[in-house]
């Protein structure tokens, strides 16, 4: 209990701490005095900003556990078995084809191309009786380099090479009231490893210890692959 203490105080005082920081002067006394131009900038900038990069990294960090664990790969990630940079090439095609798309519409192509490469590369994985742990992440950083070059070359094609590293950089501080929203669907993964946590412990024992349980292998695996997915893509718009 103390460690688990240790841990979350520094993390909550961090938390509060990001409030109070930007190129705007606000301090605790501002807010609790009821100072408008404060509360607006408390309320529309720097609340979102602070949700978001929570919701962010806890859920690529959730996302990689998944990931190792349906792989049985302690190396595998979202960056490491090309899921990111499938969601990329979505994301670029979206640009490309209906460039003046809603967010909604981005994050729905991201998400196809992010689940279609997510379980492709599980594919090729099925097929290779791998069982030396740097394969797996080499295999994916080659399948992810190869998605990742078409995306550059299409990127290149069609000049969208400025928007796309803009967009990569996950900046933060741009995050403001009406414009992040849609990472709340992250919130999706953390409810779903709420209910898939006995069976995924169980897909890490093999499938034909799953299989010997009465658990489908396959459908834990595409959910959970769904479920990385759909954090990855909203992410990545955000």
């Given at each position: 209990?103390?460690?688990?203490?240790?841990?979350?105080?520094?993390?909550?005082?961090?938390?509060?701490?990001?409030?109070?920081?930007?190129?705007?002067?606000?301090?605790?006394?501002?807010?609790?005095?009821?100072?408008?131009?404060?509360?607006?900038?408390?309320?529309?900038?720097?609340?979102?900003?602070?949700?978001?990069?929570?919701?962010?990294?806890?859920?690529?960090?959730?996302?990689?556990?998944?990931?190792?664990?349906?792989?049985?790969?302690?190396?595998?990630?979202?960056?490491?078995?090309?899921?990111?940079?499938?969601?990329?090439?979505?994301?670029?095609?979206?640009?490309?084809?209906?460039?003046?798309?809603?967010?909604?519409?981005?994050?729905?192509?991201?998400?196809?191309?992010?689940?279609?490469?997510?379980?492709?590369?599980?594919?090729?994985?099925?097929?290779?009786?791998?069982?030396?742990?740097?394969?797996?992440?080499l295999l994916g950083l080659m399948f992810g380099n190869i998605?990742?070059?078409?995306?550059?070359?299409?990127?290149?094609?069609?000049?969208?090479?400025?928007?796309?590293?803009?967009?990569?950089?996950?900046n933060f501080s741009l995050i403001i009231q009406g414009q992040?929203?849609?990472?709340?669907?992250?919130?999706?993964?953390?409810?779903?490893?709420?209910?898939?946590?006995?069976?995924?412990?169980?897909?890490?024992?093999?499938?034909?210890?799953?299989?010997?349980?009465?658990?489908?292998?396959?459908?834990?695996?595409?959910?959970?692959?769904?479920?990385?997915?759909?954090?990855?893509?909203?992410?990545?718009?955000?």
């Amino acid at each position: 209990m103390l460690k688990k203490l240790i841990r979350i105080i520094p993390l909550i005082l961090i938390v509060l701490l990001s409030l109070i920081v930007g190129i705007a002067d606000i301090s605790i006394g501002s807010i609790v005095s009821g100072d408008m131009e404060a509360l607006f900038i408390f309320g529309s900038s720097r609340i979102p900003r602070t949700i978001s990069v929570f919701l962010a990294g806890s859920g690529l960090a959730l996302s990689g556990m998944v990931m190792q664990t349906i792989t049985q790969n302690r190396f595998a990630a979202p960056d490491t078995i090309g899921t990111v940079e499938s969601a990329k090439l979505g994301m670029v095609l979206a640009m490309i084809v209906l460039p003046n798309m809603t967010q909604m519409w981005e994050m729905l192509f991201t998400f196809a191309f992010a689940t279609i490469g997510t379980v492709f590369f599980l594919f090729l994985t099925s097929r290779f009786p791998m069982k030396k742990q740097l394969l797996i992440p080499l295999l994916g950083l080659m399948f992810g380099n190869i998605v990742g070059g078409f995306s550059n070359f299409l990127a290149f094609r069609y000049d969208l090479n400025q928007n796309i590293a803009a967009w990569l950089q996950g900046n933060f501080s741009l995050i403001i009231q009406g414009q992040y929203e849609l990472i709340y669907f992250a919130l999706i993964l953390v409810i779903g490893l709420y209910f898939f946590a006995d069976y995924l412990t169980v897909v890490r024992m093999g499938e034909d210890a799953a299989q010997s349980l009465g658990i489908s292998f396959k459908w834990v695996v595409g959910s959970a692959s769904l479920l990385v997915s759909v954090t990855v893509a909203v992410i990545l718009i955000t």
